[in-house]
């Protein structure tokens, strides 16, 4: 129906059970029908000798229904982890993604979760946008019909290449990649991920988008997802320090660690190593934990000021822009540049991890108000990227 509406059509006819959702494109008018017979005899201008019972014609649904906000978890359950908190800010106000490393207990999942209730609202455009691929793959709840909340899927290891990207037989559908499409991507126990899958993931990431061919057609699905990987430091997933401590070979461990590709970790911009959490520092610093509610209001500012800044060009946050056109069109300060430059001819960051590091800054710099980002706002960018020897 968004096809139709924008190739100026004004009329459509959609069956009666699909019809509430159909009516959330503006500018068409929807009629729902549950038969063939009755599409024909309208086209012939006679009476609908299967008229469409009241309870499925769906129209009260109609621009009124919003999705009932699944109780989102708050970020002020997640005690300590001051630095991972920031970085969830920063992928939430951003659009960044986000490794997460370290071992069992450390609170890679609870932190995970909390990431899309530090997102806002979808507006109107991407509300229907994202409405559309989950009619597509079928995860849209009847009734309810228009997605207001920023998605969020979190796959199971286990999960097949048409279950992540999307695929299947005959016309493919859309994978969690993107059911996740302006949401967050989860994957828990990331190198315990089929490598295939883990490396189709790459393509979404560069261009938001996931194209499927199959025999039956081709699809393309949007997937400008946050991806949230995490991934135990060792394949016995044992925790240190509590008796039943890992014996897992340092050789053991890098191998594990390796199943998660260079290229795909590159363009992973904040890669944090988490510690667990210790009762010295529970004591310390609860009390301290900033709520969901806190955080999201400086999300929204940072995102209106970065939206004020690419008004006119179609990009919305720091992570949307391409590398070339960032640092020609938003220049930074020299100081922050020639840091940047140095890392790059010290080999410490490649190029494409360069351009993320400059878009990380920016999004420091939105967070605190910052006109631009100087030379510390790109080297909190840069240790964000380097955090624990996690980067390649
Ligand atoms: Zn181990």
Known sequence: VVAAARAGLDRVAVPAQNAAEARLVPGVHVVGLSSLRGLLARLRGAEDPDPVEDSVRGEAAGHAGSAPVAAEKDLADVVG??????????????????????????????????????????????????????????????????????PYQAPHHSATMPAVVGGGSGLPRPGAASVAHRGVLFLDEAPEFAPRVLDALREPLESAEIVLMRAGGTARYPARFRLVLAANPCPCGLAYGKGDECTCASMAKRRYLARLSGPLLD???????????????????????????????????????????????????????????????????????????????RGTVSMRGADRVLRVAWTIADLAGRASPGKEEVDMALHLRRRGGVAA
Not at 86 to 110: D, Q, R, S, V
Not at 293 to 309: D, I, K, L, T
Request: some cysteine; aromatic content about 4%; overall charge negative.
């Open 81 to 150: 982890q001051a630095t991972a908190r920031w970085a969830l800010e920063l992928a939430a106000a951003g659009g960044h993604h986000l490794f997460l490393l370290g071992p069992p207990g450390a609170g890679k999942t609870m932190l995970a979760e909390r990431l899309p209730g530090l997102l806002p609202d979808l507006d109107d455009e991407e509300a229907l946008e994202v409405t559309a691929v989950h009619s597509v793959a079928g995860t849209l709840r009847p009734g309810q019909p228009l997605v207001r909340r920023p």
């Open 267 to 345: 363009r992973i911009d904040l890669h944090l190593w988490l510690d667990p959490i210790t009762d010295g520092r529970l004591i310390r610093e609860c009390g301290a934990a900033e709520s969901t509610a806190v955080v999201a209001e400086r999300v929204r500012v940072a995102q209106e000021r970065a939206a004020h800044r690419y008004a006119g060009t179609g990009w919305r946050c720091n992570a949307e822009p391409p590398g070339a056109d960032l640092r020609r069109r938003w220049a930074a300060p020299v100081d922050a540049v020639a840091l940047l430059e140095s890392s790059l001819s």
